[in-house]
């Protein structure tokens, strides 16, 4: 048992059941977690929109907060231990070498991977984000058009809150067999400064093309 939990509900200057209340709400929090990684390994959604559904499905919306995002990868990297530690390695390079494809053909705008295939943990079912860094909004787009590639273009929240544009495409995965979402979000030149800022962790949140070649050679499947 947590050693500061305990004195904090024994102390006599606490509030009656501050214990008990802190401890559900850990429990509600771990079985949102719980539940929101399988939803993110096996449905491929985001954290906040896997969360928000656990949280409904369980019942448990107005129970207390929901999970932060550490506490949800931990959960993810919890499942992908225990279910999917024999394909998971294998899909996690095959993300990765497409990643390392698209980056390069779009080297020009300075590419940097993030997301569950930086991070690694993703599957077969995560899509691929990439950020891209450019003097010219328009300019991976008109990239995207003279290669002949279809997108999608739509507004997205970006790393630092703001809205940015999204370019998705489909890309073909003959390693795994199936279409993968490849998601570039574009960001002004200058956003670069703010874009390898620590995380909670400590870890970078995102690497370029040289960064990914270094982990998936220190990183055997």
Known sequence: MNMHRASLATHPGAP????????????????IAAAAARMIVEEGLDYGAAKRRAAKQ?????RGGLPDNDQVEAAVEEYIALFCADTQPQELRALREL???????LARFQPYLGGAVWRGTATRNSDIYLQLFCEDSKAAEIALIDMGVRFEARSVPGFQGTLVDALSVHVRSETLGQNMGVHLMVYDLDDIRGALHPDSRGRSPRGDAAALQRLMENTSP
């Open 16 to 31: 009656a059941g501050t214990g008990g209340h802190n401890a559900r709400m850990e429990s509600y929090q771990a079985e």
């Open 58 to 62: 369980l019942g448990a919306g107005g």
């Open 99 to 105: 990643a390392l494809e698209w980056m390069q053909r």
